[in-house]
């Protein structure tokens, strides 16, 4: 079945920098499009970037444009999410997705 796992969440201060992987199964993961969610507290679940399948095409959310680079590994079946600059308005839950599948996320928390 489907498994996605992500890792790399942590604490960090403000400007600070944190890459998050996410490791996938149980499906076709080259031929996929990826994306990253997160779900801040009392918040909705946001969709912060995607990546198609080859990695030549990606998109991100307004608030992190120009701070976060989504990228995979085909061989790895590995998406990341490399997030530069980190603002306490980043604290959040991650999420990686594949269509209706989610992993079980990873903590975020940008403070001083």
């Known amino acids: 079945q489907v498994q996605l796992v992500e890792s790399g969440g942590g604490l960090v201060q403000p400007g600070g920098s944190l890459r998050l992987s996410c490791a996938a199964s149980?499906?076709?993961?080259?031929?996929?499009?990826m994306r990253w969610y997160r779900q801040a507290p009392g918040k909705e679940r946001e969709l912060v970037a995607f990546?198609?399948?080859?990695?030549?095409?990606?998109n991100y959310a307004d608030s992190v444009k120009g701070r976060f680079t989504i990228s995979r590994d085909n061989a790895k079946k590995t998406v990341y999410l490399q997030m530069n600059n980190l603002k306490p308005e980043d604290t959040a839950v991650y999420y990686c997705?594949?269509?209706?599948?989610w992993g079980q996320g990873t903590q975020v928390t940008v403070s001083s």
């Open positions: 997705n594949f269509q209706n599948s």
């Open positions: 990546i198609n399948w080859t990695g030549g095409n990606t």
């Open positions: 149980g499906f076709s993961f080259s031929t996929v499009a």
